[in-house]
Nanobody
Framework: QVQLVESGGGLVQPGESLRLSCAAS????????MAWYRQAPGKLRASVAE???????RYADSVKGRFNISRGNAKNTVWMQMNTLKPEDTAVYYC??????????WGKGTLVTVSS
């Protein structure tokens, strides 16, 4: 059974940083993309940052220049460094993995709260 486990969420003040991590375990055949999504209260879940099997990355406009996604050394791990956090970054952050065969997996989420 495939599991994605996130960690690193918490409460920070505006301008501070956090680093999220995600590790996927189980029988995963050919990862195509790993990504972070987030969902704020009353809003739809949306992509924040994506890293593809060829190393390319994509970011939401709202986080460009502040967030950085990277693959870990271990297989099917991903990190996201979040700098200069803003109150509007407050959300539950979900790790996502999609295989070349179109199979999607989600983590259970980790809460990030940015507040003074």
């Amino acid at each position: 059974q495939v599991q994605l486990v996130e960690s690193g969420g918490g409460l920070v003040q505006p301008g501070e940083s956090l680093r999220l991590s995600c590790a996927a375990s189980g029988n995963i055949d050919r990862t195509y993309v790993m990504a972070w999504y987030r969902q704020a209260p009353g809003k739809l879940r949306a992509s924040v940052a994506e890293v593809y099997s060829d190393g390319s990355t994509r970011y939401a406009d709202s986080v460009k220049g502040r967030f950085n996604i990277s693959r870990g050394n271990a297989k099917n791990t991903v990190w996201m460094q979040m700098n200069t956090l803003k109150p509007e970054d407050t959300a539950v952050y979900y790790c996502y993995l999609r295989t070349l065969y179109g199979v999607n997996y989600w983590g259970k989420g980790t809460l990030v709260t940015v507040s003074s």
